[in-house]
């Protein structure tokens, strides 16, 4: 049995090499002075089976899994993020061609779908977005000037997603962005916007648009007005909200251009559309992330603190028929944002079938233009063959992440993940 771990990604706006270096110090900084086990002077370790494409864009590395990350300096700097690597893995298969089984390109040519046309600004729907890491991945990766757009219905999550995106793309302590000192504006190097709705993802765009509660650009555009001061004071707050209403209109008039949409109500902020249930009011997407809610129970951790506290588990046999309609309903309506043409990546951390491959055989059944895009880890792993924790599903061209496989060589026990998961990737047909 391997010892367990967890993975960091890092923050690719911080000079890769200090970041590792400054990690390495605190694990065996940490490790002097408790009693745990294994050798820590390997750590951290490269996740070798999900290479970057090209440059370091993105790395993930394997630490001791009773490593403090949440009182280390390189995760309260904001060098690194704490994320799983499976759910990096949805990320890439997303964005990046170079994953899918039938493209030859391979990573070391430095060809991949959403970089191959530098110009060609994504638009990109997390629809399940809490708490909010996918999202800012999405964000690091994708072409120059592009938007990530990210939804929850809940709060609270969102709150969690507002605070995640301020560390890590908007204060300039924190974000390892640059200032441009000629205006005094925060540059990052990804140059995306990220936006966050607050709104049930499950007719998001479609029957009226609201809830936009965040915008990172306008976000430091406030910083630089408010200077030092750390609340807001009410001017503030009018202002913020003005500038996400009329972003959200500005959302309402480009999507008016190709479908036919009413005009918004000028008292409530919203826009209603017209009596057709499939009509958008928001500009489609040329890529959408459905990490769905699920019964997590692919998640070692999250059963573990369950069985630790005897809190019964939200979703269960009792209930399942009603998990299983929510991810049908997330499913089809990121397909239905999806642009033709565009692809969708439906993940969730169970291994249930029931939520996995027959939510997506629903979907292929329903909707003739959606199809099976297989994808495949084996070309990045120097070993040419998928790690053994990598499994096909049963439904053809899907995959799954078994975190309770034996490794049994130098790489799997390296990278094994910590977290079971399920990833279909699915087309839309022009």
Known sequence: MTEPKRYVRLNPRFDRDETLSLLKAEIVQQQSTTDGNGDQNKYPLPVRWLRPIKDNQFEFFAIPGDFSLNRSTSFQSGRVYGMDVTSGAAVLALLFDAYDCNTSVKPADGNESTRDDEVHQ??????????????????????????????????NRIQLCKNIIKKYHVNQMTSGSKVDESNDNLASSSHSTI????????????????????????EKQELQTQGKRKRQNKSARAREKRRLLELQRQEVTVAAEGTNVEPENEKSGETVPNQSNTTCCIPLFDRVL???????????????????SSKAPLWNDSNMSELVDLQRRLIESGFRLLKSGGS?????????????ENVVRWLLGKYDDAFII???????????????????????????????????????????????FFLSKIGKRL
């Open 122 to 155: 994504l638009r990109v729907l997390d629809l399940c977005c809490a708490p909010g890491l996918k999202l800012c991945m999405l964000a690091d990766l994708a072409p120059p000037s592009s938007t990530a757009v990210g939804v929850d219905i809940s709060q």
């Open 195 to 218: 936006r966050l709705y607050c709104t049930d993802g499950t007719n998001f765009g479609t029957k009226q648009l609201s809830g936009l509660v965040f915008d990172s650009n306008a």
């Open 290 to 308: 459905v990490d769905a809610e699920c019964s997590t129970d692919g998640a070692i951790k999250h059963i573990q603190k369950r069985e630790a």
């Open 344 to 356: 969708l990546v439906y993940s969730t951390c169970s291994l249930n079938e029931k939520q996995n």
């Open 374 to 420: 297989p994808v495949s880890f084996s070309k990045q792993n120097n070993v040419g063959k998928s790690p053994s924790f990598v499994e096909e599903g049963s439904l053809a061209g899907t995959i799954r992440f078994n975190p309770l496989t034996n490794a049994n060589d130098g790489i799997e026990e390296e990278c094994l993940p910590g977290t079971g």
